[in-house]
Nanobody, 124 residues
């Protein structure tokens, strides 16, 4: 199983980025997918998730700015990030959860597989 996150970079405050997470080796359409982030010196935190049935969940600070989506034909999950702010600076990780048991989607331990992370830096 591989999860390959991409799309990070340096952007000014108010700008946009779209992260992608291409997967292989798992039955993607059956997996719920999440995005987490980890800023320097901080714990990994939940950002957004999309269930296998396409229901979505967001951390409060990104609601209205970030949109998670999935393309089952491409085995890929996306995170569209608009109006980025300096506090969004972090390494962003994608993760996959088989969700054999209904989970909150918000805890790292609920996920089975992780990508390597992509760095997002937002300058003020």
């Amino acid at each position: 199983v591989q999860l390959q996150a991409s799309g990070g970079g340096l952007v000014q405050a108010g700008g946009s980025l779209r992260l992608s997470c291409a997967t292989s080796g798992l039955a993607f359409s059956r997996y719920s997918m999440g995005w987490f982030r980890q800023a320097p010196g901080k714990e990994r935190e939940f950002v957004a998730a999309i269930r296998w049935n396409r229901s979505t969940f967001y951390e409060d600070s990104v609601k209205g700015r970030f949109t998670i989506s999935r393309d089952n034909a491409k085995n890929t999950v996306y995170l569209q990030m608009n109006n980025l702010q300096p506090e969004d600076t972090a390494v962003y990780y994608c993760a996959g959860d088989r969700e054999l048991i209904l989970s909150s989607m918000r805890l790292p331990d609920e996920y089975d597989y992780w990508g390597q992370g992509t760095l997002v830096t937002v300058s003020s």
